[in-house]
């Protein structure tokens, strides 16, 4: 190989995702076997027997400077998505993707867990009737489910499980039975409480509120109400605020919604 061709060698871009292919050897390979099986035996899966889940490796996840790596991620197919996917006879509606690195590395307690976790994050989006709603184009739609509980290790190491567990199940609680933003005391914080007050709330980074910044929601109570008023949708017409985003700003607006009922 020659000096040139080894340089364009060296500056080709990485390709960090790959879709697993489900069957091996003529065998359901491992990740799906056991996506399948969950997806079969457990009942609050059981709405996902009708969606397409397409399971891919993604190799190139690291670290953060916090020690946290990355074993999974969920992702609901946009409609863009669906459309190319039609087109060529491969639609989906999510993208389970694994950490290839780390993943040999699990149980095969640990792995079912990880793909129980991802499971957990798709759900159906339902109408309020209860049913499942349904696109122009008679297929069902989909929504990503945010985490209930949410703790640091540091918390969890000084007060124990159970106390964590008890402190996230009373904010869960208050969320849907008090009003967002109370009216006296906290309201008034609330009130004038800027965006910017999510930033580092469940990993919200600098883009992110500029972009919240930029669509004119200047403050958690704005966001929040439009988040109430738009129920799954609600970043549907805001600018670079995806659905994965859309799950870790809500996430946000629920921690501090969780901390003013508590005060």
């Given at each position: 190989m020659g000096r040139a061709q080894s340089a364009v060698q060296e500056h080709r871009k990485a390709v960090k995702v790959r879709p697993?292919?489900?069957?091996?050897?003529?065998?359901?390979?491992?990740?799906?076997?056991?996506?399948?099986?969950?997806?079969?035996?457990?009942?609050?899966?059981?709405?996902?027997?009708?969606?397409?889940?397409?399971?891919?490796?993604?190799?190139?996840?690291?670290?953060?400077?916090?020690?946290?790596?990355?074993?999974?991620?969920?992702?609901?197919?946009?409609?863009?998505?669906?459309?190319?996917?039609?087109?060529?006879?491969?639609?989906?509606?999510?993208?389970?993707?694994?950490?290839?690195?780390?993943?040999?590395?699990?149980?095969?307690?640990?792995?079912?867990?990880?793909?129980?976790?991802?499971?957990?994050?798709?759900?159906?989006?339902?109408?309020?009737?209860?049913?499942?709603?349904?696109?122009?184009?008679?297929?069902?739609?989909?929504?990503?489910?945010?985490?209930?509980?949410?703790?640091?290790?540091?918390?969890?190491?000084?007060?124990?499980?159970?106390?964590?567990?008890?402190?996230?199940?009373r904010g869960i609680k208050a969320s849907e039975s008090m009003p967002l933003f109370p009216e006296g005391g906290n309201g008034e914080a609330i009130e004038g409480m800027s965006i910017e007050k999510l930033l580092g709330i469940g990993g919200v980074t600098e883009a992110q509120v500029r972009k919240l910044q930029e669509a004119g929601f200047d403050s958690v109570e704005k966001l929040a109400k439009h988040m109430d008023a738009s129920g799954t949708w609600w970043t549907r017409d805001i600018k670079g605020i995806g659905p994965e985003t859309g799950v870790a700003v809500a996430d946000a607006v629920a921690a501090v919604r969780t901390a003013v009922a508590a005060e």
């Open positions: 697993i292919e489900r069957m091996h050897a003529g065998k359901i390979v491992a990740p799906y076997k056991v996506m399948e099986s969950l997806i079969e035996e457990e009942e609050d899966h059981a709405p996902l027997k009708l969606a397409t889940i397409l399971m891919c490796w993604h190799n190139g996840w690291q670290a953060d400077v916090d020690g946290v790596l990355v074993l999974a991620k969920m992702k609901k197919a946009s409609d863009l998505d669906r459309a190319i996917g039609s087109r060529f006879g491969d639609s989906y509606d999510f993208v389970m993707q694994l950490n290839e690195k780390a993943w040999s590395s699990l149980s095969d307690d640990d792995k079912r867990m990880v793909i129980d976790h991802e499971l957990t994050h798709a759900a159906a989006d339902l109408d309020r009737d209860g049913e499942q709603k349904v696109d122009t184009r008679d297929r069902l739609c989909w929504r990503l489910r945010r985490h209930e509980i949410q703790e640091f290790r540091s918390i969890v190491d000084r007060y124990g499980v159970d106390k964590a567990l008890n402190l996230n199940d």
